[in-house]
């Protein structure tokens, strides 16, 4: 909002409709906007699913207006999510009936917005409730939806979820289950109770057992039934689990429920405790999963105590419907004996214990109510405290007594023994020996009854003693700064002493720099607690100077006594706001932060700290609301979460965790006990083989917290844990790695202060701990799990605040700069070192920068020492940001109050900071209320974050750009990722002209990949050229967290506008002094619509072609501007461009129009560049190049000297006209001024006059010439305008023209002398003179040149010459008009009048003829006889103006008439019809026509007569005997005329030339067939031949000659047969059709005297017929192939689609993509492939099938046979000598079942074979470790690896075999593979061990090469010896001229040998010039071979080859090659010897 005005304006914003503002809140909603200044308001959106798309909110200005002066439209634009559910279905499986069954789903949201959903609906199933209804997902966030089922009916569960998604589609979760009805069974059909006594106690047991998989909820209900009870038993294992146990109702006792899951049984007892005389039957009240049960019928209750009272089952309350029904029967019996007490209590005072008196006794009478004697006992057997003494029996005499046994029958008089109506009594006496309390049962047996007792007598005593107790029981101070003393209120309690009690507290000796004491308020003092007790209020203090956490005990003991108590205290100082924020948070009003006498910042007191610093984790604490409200002395502030400030706290610790937390981006944290976990979800339990970097994240979010944060996993926690197998386990070993982290923290400088490792457990593993451990060592006692979770939050808070103390801040370190040098850390009482060096760093920047960001404001001289007020402003801030981002000081900064006043004013200032953090993409979670309302662990948090990445945002590299206006220049940065892990960077261009330039992946992300490089392209394109552009910054900004994987890259852009291309260039001409006005078209290149700014930059041609990078504007390519052109305007004074548009706008797709106006004044070029600005989109330049042309002519005056010439004002010519040869001579008349040039001027001068100033000029008279003389004076065109006033000598007083003529027939001075304008006009003759030896039109252009002026004359002379005439002729048909048109030209500037004279028959033409100057006029002329033959005319044009005339000579020739007509009839064999045809007569005279045709079948009259000029009617009759298509003429020929030959024979020869007169029509006749003589139907197959006969017969007495035509698809027959007179024929006709289908054919006869005859034919064509193949016989593990043949017979290609019936055994080859192509009339072999799996042919049978539309189906039947398979072909295994080689042999299972098979491995030896020893022979060897009992599945294929190892270089073979065991062996299939053995030597001989063969190119050398083939002789390892290859000459008379061998394979001597040359080019040169043969072999003295070769080598041109020499050996035996190594067949082992040969360069 911007305030123009000078004084404040308040503002008030409200929304227009109140319910859609819910969801829009504002910073400021009213306030006051100052003077001359503008403030920022800020809406923040609270979106939600059904929230309004818009809102309008309407601003009010002033105080107490109604009417809105503003108003703002707010749109959500919700960005599109990416959710789904994580589950995949919801599977309630089976739940119980009318019970609730309760499970969650959860919502992912895997993208990066912000999802709103809302739940279509909540019901979507009876009983089915889904909650909550509506929410967010936060993005990478997950959303937790609660679905309930109470359902009241059985049946299924199957309905969906339906979630809708705002901005994305609606999913949907299917829910499945089913509602079933549980079963109970109960063991015992009937309760029998049998008669019990009043006041004693019966028990049944029973187990009741839920059969079904449902949830049962048993409910007993005895309401009505008081005197049962139901209670849980242990079951036979022993477990008591209080989870299986019977629960009582809270509002009524006597309903019992149980629950009992599915499947599982419980034990349980009925209880019968009587107390009046009843009798009882009835049904057990039992409801299972239902509501209450019905209240029985009223009954008289309870009865009197002598009455009876029966209850019966006649009216017992409805049972469930499935539960069984049990009968209880029981009776109440009086009660045979009263016992006067059987509850005793016993209590002693601790005075009455010192005193010795702790004896009481208490007396028990039994009386005997029955008519009968009874018996009773005692037992106490096992009592312990009866055997030590403390409780003893004695008669009321004293003498003790022991009751008798059980079995025992006591009789009259005895002990146990009591008569009717008598009593007995006797004494119980308690006697304690020590302190406590004391307790014993003893149960009473009547008449021998112990396995159920009557009744129990319960004895109790209590013996008080002293006791000291502490309120609360650990007393924690909460962290305070360093050097500020608090204190803490707490109680002390004595009670029960007997005496006076006076304590003393005693504290630990601690450090001098701390204080801690303890004292109490009044005294220590007590006189008497032993009746009630006491409480003492004590005072702990506590300070420290040094940061410290202590925990300690303060000893509290009695003098008197040796009572004595030690209480837990835990206290802390600390000089960091993450320890000390809890006390911050108490004392924000009595306390302050000022600078000391060192400029420290220091925390004050104002006044006494807050009493709330003392707090309590031990079990005492009662008042839970206390605790967490915060109320009272003794309770924590930490627990008052209330509190605003501490809100804030958590709150920014929570958020920052939330964003730099977590290794994969932002992981929401809403609570510090977010971050707990429960230990049951599974992570512990398997974790697998896990990565290294997902073993934290595995183990928990704690610490893959501290893994990110620290790097790597703390000290002392495995990566592996161990695993669990149940929860006790889980739970200590989560307590475990819960106190190794809380050591690590502890050991790196936190103040843990009172986290505990229980505290951060889950209130379930809490539980579990305190179980396992029974509380040992643990101070926390919760009473419920609301206490627990308060405590449990404090802990979890204070540790990540301390996690941020040691493991984040200790990363700011002071840089070098004398204002931060060393600090010390405990200078300052409330700010560790970070603080101190963030403060430093703020105020830094803030001098340094306070200048530049805020110009002329003045920025007050001030230090920041607080992180909340202090930075509320955000200057601070801002000019921290500036330092690193100064473009953001003008986009930004500048924009900010210096000194903000007002709250509005500070949150513009926080607006525009948040805003700056966005535009640069630094990543921080800060909003504006955040910098409004400060909490100073929000800004430390921010400003540690600007601390650490702000650096990388100053550009360090810098990148330059050069390119012309609107082209692109390009530059490419290389971006390395050295780390191992994933970079990703999001692009940005800040500051300068960022919209100049563009990056490929801008404000995207881009991936840097791991230890690769990337280009980043950053693109130029010049928006400006009339200014350079300012340098940009590219940022690269690294994404995630805390950006440890990569920090901001920032790079600064320099660029150059080199020049301008302009978008339009428009070339124009224009004549001298003549005003133009252009219309530039502009098309807008862009999207939306703009508004330019206009600048016109005018410059002559010389001036750009000066510029080397300027282009001229005529050239084809595209002119480039420079951009100096733009630096200043024309050199001109005065502008010849002028525009009267400032500005325009362009709309997209739409052109726009810009006027301009020019005025060309000289004869050069000019060129005007406009300039359209925008701030916006840049320039556009368009450019307009001005080609200056002659002027307009001037209207010549002439004295006109000669009579006929004249002047031509319209034309501005002068005329002359004369004779060819004659000269004429005209005077022209020069005047002194030119209009044309004057006027110009004027206009250009009038562009710089206003309005007013043309209207001044005018009325005075001397706009002319003020205008002339501004203009020629602005042009340098002369001093000024001469006048006669002017002191001017005489020569000055004329202007000299040259004078230049373009016509060589006209002849003028050279110049001519004018006087100078002025008062008066004055003139000068010009003489003209012309004369032309040729008729025509002359014209001459005069151009008048002087200094300052151009004039241009036209004078035009038309020369007359003789008449001449013209020939033209005519040719066409008669009756057939044509026109040619003759031009004429008139080349001079006078229209002509042409006369048109025209003579001749059958010519015409119109009479006059206008011809239009300087144009070409055509005359037409029609020629159109009416008869043949030859016409001649006359045409005569007569020009009145020059008096020519011009004759043209006419010849027309006539041709014969074209065809009256082209009639097509229509008709059918052997049917008449009649036609009419109109006969013309174009004669004037009547005419008899004779008709003639030449078609047989029309008949009619033989004449006609046509009057003259009339039309006549012919009838004529068509009677055709056979069909087909007729073409011919009918012609009338007159009879008058004589014709040379008949007109018949011209008509048959299609060459008829008719006559004069004559007429002729054109005539085509269709004829049909007549109808069929008879119809056929033959059947054929496809592809064969089926013959039908049709039999002809000839009743006449001629013989038949007939012509048979077939037709029809396969349709043949003779195509003539001749039929005796009365005799008949039998026609064959033959089908042999290549299609399927049905068609329709006929076979026409022709010849017969009744003209045609046909038969028609029906056509049926099947499928081809099956085409059995032969038997294809195939051995099993091989396939053979049989080629069938598709044909084609039609003329298109045929594509047909294959199908096998039997694919496993037959494959069809040959296709492509399942189809098979066949050219057109050609035929295809398919090759079809038979595998055999069996020796049978039952399965090998296969019908393959080519399918196709038109040809049908075309099938084979294939049969093959498999047979057992013979030995494959041999495998040659080559291996150098002395090493080895291994083959892999593939065998596949060609069997259709499973078959285990053997392979072995046998070597030949000689003629036999031996069986190798577990595969391996003396060469060969198996290399599997199973060779036996080998399954292989059908097609599984096994892989056998062969190892060869020669160690001579003998021929080695073997074979392979493989053998089926399943078999017989007399059925056994055996696959045999030989395999050949093949040593290879190659002779490893160095470069001067290898001989060379050179020889000049065309020359020829012969030599002898000797090789020894070492390890031939057989000896075993061949030896090394010198020598193996020797070449030499040739011996003379050696026998060296024989014939030698081609290269190739060559033998001789038991040996073959090749020559083998590696190198393609030079092996063919190497073929052609070189010859080697074996002139013999012998042995050496070892026995080796020696060969010796002849070799030739004749090389034609100059090359090099290294060729090799192979020898191989065939004296051994086998087949096989020589395994690639160039030789042939089989034999001994290969020897290689190098052979390089070298052709050199001829002399």
């Known amino acids: 909002m911007a305030n123009d005005h000078d004084i404040p304006v308040p503002f008030q914003w409200l929304a227009k409709d109140a319910g859609s503002a819910l969801a829009f809140q504002m910073t400021h909603p009213t306030g006051v906007v100052p003077a001359k200044a503008s403030l920022f308001s800020e809406f923040s959106c609270q979106p939600s699913y059904s929230c309004p798309k818009s809102t309008e909110f309407l601003l009010f200005l002033g105080e107490g207006t109604s009417v809105p002066s503003a108003s703002v439209t707010l749109v959500t634009q919700f960005g599109k999510p990416m959710c789904n559910f994580h589950e995949k279905r919801v599977f309630f499986g089976a739940v119980p009936l009318n019970l609730t069954t309760t499970t969650s789903i959860h919502l992912e949201n895997s993208g990066e917005n912000h999802a709103y959903f809302q739940v279509s609906d909540p019901s979507p199933h009876p009983g089915l409730q889904v909650f909550p209804t509506s929410g967010c997902i936060a993005a990478k966030g997950t959303a937790e939806l609660t679905l309930t089922l109470h359902s009241e009916q059985l049946g299924k569960v199957d309905t969906d979820i339906s979630v809708q998604i705002r901005q994305a589609k609606t999913l949907r979760l299917k829910v499945i289950g089913s509602v079933q009805q549980p079963i109970l069974h109960i063991d015992k059909k009937t309760f029998q109770f049998g008669g019990v006594y009043c006041g004693a106690k019966s028990s049944c047991p029973f187990v009741v057992t839920n059969e079904s998989p449902v949830k049962a909820e048993l409910i007993f209900d005895f309401c009505f039934l008081k005197d049962f009870l139901v209670e849980a038993l242990p079951s036979s294992q022993g477990e008591d689990d209080p989870n299986k146990g019977i629960v009582p109702d809270r509002n009524d006792p006597s309903v019992y429920t149980l629950v009992i899951p599915g499947k599982e049984s419980r034990h349980c007892a009925l209880q019968f405790t009587p107390r009046d005389v009843a009798s009882y039957d009835f049904n057990l009240p039992i409801l299972v999963n239902g509501s209450r049960p019905p209240s029985p019928p009223p009954s008289p209750w309870p009865p009197s105590r002598n009455s009876k009272m029966t209850i019966t089952s006649q009216q017992a309350p409805p049972l469930y419907d499935v539960t069984p029904t049990r009968r209880v029967l029981a009776t109440a019996l009086r009660s045979p004996l009263i016992v006067s007490n059987t509850l005793l209590n016993f209590t002693f005072s601790p005075k009455e214990f010192e005193e010795g008196v702790t004896t009481d006794a208490q007396e028990i009478k039994m009386i005997n109510s029955s008519d009968q004697p009874l018996t009773w006992t005692l037992d106490w057997s096992g009592k312990p405290r009866i055997e030590d003494g403390t ?260 709150s920014s610790v929570c958020r920052w965790l939330s964003t730099f937390g977590w290794p994969r981006g932002r992981k929401a944290i809403s609570s510090p006990t977010d971050l707990r976990q429960d230990v049951q979800r599974g992570v512990w339990k398997s974790p697998g083989k896990l990565k290294r970097s997902s073993l934290s994240q595995s183990q928990g979010p704690l610490l893959e917290l501290l893994t990110h944060i620290c790097g790597r996993l703390p000290p002392g926690i495995p990566l592996t844990p161990p695993p669990c197998s149940t929860h006790s386990e889980q739970v200590n070993l989560q307590y475990c790695i819960y106190s190794t982290i809380l050591t690590f923290l502890n050991n790196q400088g936190a103040q843990l202060w009172c986290v505990l490792p229980e505290a951060l457990l889950d209130y379930k593993d809490f539980s579990q701990w305190r179980k396992d451990n029974d509380g040992a060592g643990s101070v926390l006692y919760p009473s419920s799990r609301e206490e627990f979770e308060v405590w449990s939050r404090q802990a979890w808070t204070h540790l990540l605040m301390q996690v941020i103390k040691v493991l984040v801040l200790p990363s700011i370190t002071a840089r070098a700069s004398k204002d931060m040098a060393a600090i010390d850390p405990h200078s300052s009482n409330v700010y560790s070192t970070p603080e101190r060096v963030l403060l430093a760093w703020l105020n830094q920047h803030y001098v340094a920068h306070r200048s530049t960001i805020f110009g002329g404001k003045e920025a007050i001289d001030r230090v920041a020492t607080t992180f909340d007020v202090d930075l509320m402003d955000c200057t601070f801030l801002a000019c921290a940001m500036a330092a690193y981002c100064p473009f953001l000081v003008d986009s930004h900064f500048r924009q900010m109050y210096v000194e903000p006043s007002t709250p509005e004013q500070c949150s513009h200032n926080a607006q525009i900071l948040v805003s700056a953090l966005r535009d640069i993409g630094l990543d921080y979670d800060c909003q504006t209320t955040d910098l409004c309302s400060p909490n100073p662990i929000l800004l430390i948090l921010f400003c540690a974050h600007l601390y650490h990445h702000l650096p990388s945002f ?289 206009a250009v001068a009038r562009w710089g006059m206003s309005e007013v100033e043309l209207r001044r000029r005018s009325l005075t008279g001397s706009l002319k010439y003020a205008a002339l003389l501004a203009a020629m004076t602005s042009f340098s065109l002369g001093a000024k305008p001469k006048s006669r006033d002017d002191t001017l000598s005489e020569e000055s007083n004329k202007l000299v023209f040259v004078v230049e003529g373009s016509g060589s027939h006209f002849a003028t001075p050279n110049s001519i002398s004018v006087p100078v304008p002025g008062d008066s006009e004055g003139s000068a003759v010009l003489p003209v003179t012309f004369c032309a030896e040729k008729e025509g039109q002359y014209e001459c252009h005069l151009v008048l040149r002087s200094e300052y002026d151009v004039r241009t004359l036209v004078v035009e002379s038309t020369v007359m010459a003789l008449e001449r005439a013209t020939e033209l002729e005519f040719r066409t048909p008669a009756m057939h008009p044509v026109t040619q048109e003759i031009p004429v030209v008139n080349p001079s500037t006078v229209d002509w009048h042409l006369k048109a004279t025209l003579t001749g028959s059958g010519f015409g033409g119109p009479e006059t003829l206008l011809a239009a100057a300087l144009s070409t006029t055509c005359y037409p002329l029609t020629f159109n006889p009416k008869k043949e033959g030859e016409f001649l005319g006359q045409l005569s044009l007569m020009n009145e103006v020059s008096g020519s005339n011009q004759i043209f000579h006419l010849k027309g020739l006539a041709d014969r008439p074209l065809a009256e007509g082209y009639i097509k009839l229509h008709a059918q064999a052997k049917r008449s019809c009649a036609h009419t045809l109109h006969v013309p007569n174009y004669n004037e005279r009547t005419t008899t026509y004779e008709v003639e045709t030449d078609l047989d079948f029309i008949t009619g009259p033989t004449t006609i007569t046509v009057g003259g000029g009339d039309i006549a009617d012919y009838p004529l009759v068509l009677c055709p005997t056979i069909h087909g298509t007729f073409t011919g003429v009918v012609a009338f020929v007159a009879r008058s005329f004589s014709r040379p030959q008949s007109m018949l024979s011209e008509i048959q020869c299609r060459n008829m030339d008719p006559s004069p007169h004559h007429v002729w029509f054109h005539f085509t006749c269709e004829v049909e067939p007549a109808p069929p003589t008879g119809t056929f139907s033959i059947t054929a197959h496809a592809l064969s031949t089926e013959v039908m006969e049709i039999k002809i017969v000839n009743e006449s007495q001629e013989l038949w000659n007939l012509e048979a035509k077939v037709e029809g698809h396969g349709l043949s027959g003779p195509k003539q047969l001749s039929i005796e007179p009365n005799s008949h024929f039998t026609y064959q006709i033959t089908l042999s059709p290549t299609i399927v289908g049905r068609e329709k054919g006929r076979v026409v006869f022709t010849g017969s005297q009744d003209g045609e005859f046909w038969y028609k034919l029906d056509l049926i064509m099947l499928e081809p017929k099956p085409v059995v193949m032969p038997q294809v016989v195939c051995e099993i593990g091989r396939n053979c192939q049989q080629i069938l043949k598709l044909s084609n017979p039609l003329e298109h290609p045929v594509t047909f689609s294959p199908r096998c019936t ?284 020696v060969l010796v070769f002849g070799v030739v080598f004749s090389p034609s041109k100059p090359f090099s080859c290294n060729a090799e020499l192979h020898v191989i050996s065939v004296g051994g035996s086998g087949t096989g090659s020589d395994g690639g190594g160039g030789g042939g067949g089989g034999g001994g082992g290969i020897w290689q010897f190098p052979l390089p040969f070298k052709a050199t360069v001829a002399a």
């Open 391 to 650: 409780f003893t029996f004695a008669l009321p005499t004293g003498v003790s007594f022991h009751p008798p046994s059980a079995s025992s029958k006591p009789q009259f008089g005895e002990i146990g023994y009591l008569e009717p109506n008598k009593e007995f009594d006797f004494v119980v006496t308690c006697s304690p020996r020590h302190h406590g309390n004391f307790e014993c049962i003893v149960p009473i047996f009547l008449n021998g009854n112990a396995s159920n007792p009557y009744c129990m007598l319960h004895m109790g005593a209590e013996l008080k003693g002293g006791k000291i107790s502490v309120q609360p029981a650990h007393i924690t101070i909460q962290p305070v700064p360093l050097g500020i003393t608090v204190s803490a209120l707490f109680s002390v309690c004595v009670e029960g002493f007997a005496g006076p009690v006076d304590l003393d507290a005693t504290v630990p000796s601690v450090d001098s720099q701390l204080h801690f004491g303890v004292k109490f308020i009044s005294s220590g003092h007590v006189e008497d607690c032993s009746v009630r007790g006491v409480e003492l209020t004590c005072l702990l203090e506590f300070s420290s100077l040094l940061p410290i956490t202590l925990t300690t005990h303060i000893v509290f003991a009695d003098k008197w006594s040796e009572k004595r108590i030690r209480v837990p205290v835990t206290v802390a100082a600390d000089n960091s706001p993450f320890t000390i924020y809890e006390f911050l948070a108490n004392n924000l009003s009595n306390s302050t932060i000022k600078l000391n006498e060192a400029s420290v910042p220091t925390l004050i007191m104002n006044g006494g700290c807050d009493n709330r610093a003392a707090s309590s984790i031990g079990p005492s604490l009662s008042d839970l609301a206390s605790l967490v409200t915060g109320g009272g002395a003794s309770t924590s502030s930490i627990m008052a979460f209330g509190d605003l400030f501490l809100q804030d706290s958590i």
């Open 954 to 1242: 100053k550009p360090k590299t810098s990148v330059c750009f050069a390119s012309v206006l609107g082209a692109v220049s390009t530059q490419k940065l290389q971006l390395e990722n050295p780390s191992s892990k994933s970079l990703v960077y999001k692009v940005l261009l800040r500051g300068g002209d960022s919209e100049a330039f563009s990056v490929a992946d801008l404000g995207e992300d881009i991936v840097l990949q791991p230890r690769q490089r990337t280009e980043l392209e950053v693109t130029f394109r010049g928006r400006h050229v009339t200014r350079q552009p300012s340098p940009v910054t590219l940022l690269l900004v690294a994404k995630g967290g805390r950006s440890v994987a990569g920090a901001t890259l920032a790079f600064t852009l320099h660029a150059t506008v080199t020049g301008a291309k302009p978008m339009v260039n428009k070339p124009i001409v224009a004549p001298l002094y003549q005003p133009q006005t252009i219309s530039l078209e502009v098309l807008s290149p862009f999207e939306q619509e703009e508004e330019f700014e206009l600048h016109l930059f005018e410059s002559n041609d010389q001036g750009l072609v000066s510029s080397p990078s300027f282009k001229r504007v005529n050239t084809k390519s595209t002119p480039v501007i420079p951009a100096s052109a733009f630096d200043q305007r024309s050199t001109d004074r005065m502008q010849l461009f002028h525009s009267n548009v400032h500005t325009i706008t362009l709309v997209p797709g739409q052109p726009t129009l810009i006027p301009l106006q020019f005025v060309p004044l000289r004869m050069e070029s000019r060129h005007c560049s406009i300039v359209l600005s925008s701030g916006t989109q840049g320039e556009l330049v368009l450019s307009v190049a001005a080609t200056i042309k002659l002027p307009y002519p001037l209207i010549p005056h002439s004295k006109l000297v000669h009579p006929s010439s004249f002047v031509n004002e319209q034309t501005k010519t002068l005329h002359l006209q004369t004779y060819a040869g004659q000269e004429v001579q005209e005077e022209l008349v020069v005047g002194s001024h030119n209009p044309a040039f004057e006027e110009a001027v004027m």
């Open 1702 to 1985: 039997n694919t496993k055994h037959f494959i069809v080859l040959g296709h492509k993509e399942g189809q098979v192509v066949v050219p057109p009339h050609s035929t295809v072999e398919v090759p079809i492939l038979f595998q055999p799996s069996a020796l049978d042919t039952s399965e090998h049978t296969a019908e393959v099938s080519f399918s196709n539309d038109q040809l049908g189906a075309q099938t084979f039947i294939f049969h093959g046979c498999g047979v057992k398979p013979s030995a494959m072909e041999p495998t040659i295994i080559t291996s150098s000598l002395h090493t080895n080689a291994i083959h892999t042999f593939t065998f596949t299972n060609p069997l259709d079942a499973p078959t285990r098979f053997s392979v072995s491995l046998a070597a030949w030896g000689g003629a036999r074979m031996e069986e190798a020893k577990e595969g391996n022979t003396d060469h060969f060897c198996l290399l599997l470790k199973r060779t036996h009992g080998i399954l292989l599945h059908p097609g599984v294929s096994l892989d056998i690896p062969v190892m060869f190892a020669p160690d001579d270089m003998s021929r080695q073979e073997a074979e392979l075999t493989v053998t089926t065991e399943s078999l017989s062996e007399e059925g056994g299939i055996v696959w045999r593979y030989p395999i050949g053995g093949q040593p290879r030597l190659l002779r490893p001989a160095s470069s001067s061990e290898v001989p060379q063969i050179q020889c000049t190119a065309k020359e020829r050398l012969e030599q002898r090469l000797e090789v020894r083939l070492l390890g031939s002789a057989g000896t075993g390892k061949p030896r090394a010896t010198a020598g193996a290859v020797t070449l030499r000459p040739v011996t003379p008379g050696a026998g060296g001229g024989g014939q030698l061998d081609p290269l190739g394979v060559a033998e001789g001597a038991g040996y073959r040998y090749r020559l083998v040359c590696g190198d393609p080019e030079a092996g063919p040169l190497l073929e052609q010039s070189t010859g080697v043969r074996l002139m013999r072999s012998e042995e050496d003295a070892s026995g080796d071979a």
